[in-house]
């Protein structure tokens, strides 16, 4: 029969009403009681899915994120389990990891010179990446891995979506871009972790270490970051929450110019930690830090005294120009009146002559 899950909502195929069982996707145990009602027949044909989204109703319960189906541990008898033993250990599948000193068979080297994709389950130690990469680690699908004691550097070190677990222990992240970035339901637990961000950047503007998005989670516990270099310019994010993503710091310490950022419904917790930064977004889903104002701008219009130019001396207002005297006008030349001895007439030229003549 087929029963939904109280706790997510997940189908649970029940094979003996009245019992105790546990939902393979949330691993929350409930009591199934002999006539209960909501069940259904379970069709011949069918499989639990291999993710389960849970529906609103259930985000009280669970994180808003699909669920991965572990499939219930099936009991061996003793005898099975010691004619399993030899020929595991004679066809070369369990002597192959006790001869190479591998404490698990998920297991793997990687020599860092490549991204490394996840979609299994794996568990990574002692890794120094010989020299950067755009991307160091990419978790997808059902990934399950676990990196330790290793130096990774890349523009973006981590990157997780789907339904990925990726654990990091006591290591450190190089970054020129950004650290970690879960997206898509993920999940990204660090331990101990040192992160180093924007080194060797010109601007901090556009750098972010931790960031998760669509209902992912990264949970950091004894965390250091820090950001640029030799005295960068610009501003970068320490942390950013944004659809409905969660990030958690415990005992972390940050260092640089940072803020951080939430936004549609992200949300943010520091516990046992000394944080002040300005906040981008909706400082109400901020937990823990102290929210500082953003510097203001300069001022265009005000200047200092030491650098304000001094204001022009007052010139004395001169006396206006005189005018001009006006040319006095010459004295008119005075008349002669010329005496007319010899008594000509006027118009006799030859009186005129004769008398000039004398």
Known sequence: MLYECTHCGAPLDVRAPGSVVQCNYCSRSQRIASGQTGMMPTPASWRPPPFWTPPPQYYAYVPPQPLVYHA???????????????????????????????????????????????????????????????????????????ISDSELIADTVIEAGGAAKVTIKNSTLIATDTAVVADLGS?????????????????????????????AVIDAHDLTMSFGGSGPVGTAVAVDARVAGKVSLTNATIRGPYKVRVDMLGQIDVTSSKLRAEVEGDASHVRGIEVVSPPAPPSTAASSPSTAPPPPAKQPRSAPAPKPSPTPKPAPAPTVKKINPCGCKSGDLNCSLRCNQR
């Open 187 to 215: 999940r990204v637990d660090l331990q101990g972790v040192t992160i180093r961000v924007g080194e060797g950047r010109p601007s901090l503007d556009g750098t972010t270490g931790l960031r998760a998005d669509a209902g």
């Open 72 to 146: 219930p541990a099936k009991a061996a008898g003793c005898a099975v389990g010691l004619v399993l033993i030899p020929v595991l250990l004679f066809t070369g599948g369990l002597a192959a990891y006790l001869l190479a000193g591998k404490t698990s068979p998920f297991e793997q080297s990687w020599d860092g010179k490549t991204t490394l994709t996840c979609n299994g389950q794996m568990k990574i130690s002692g890794v120094r990446m010989p020299s950067k990469l755009p991307k160091a680690v990419l978790a997808t699908e059902v990934c399950q891995l676990e």
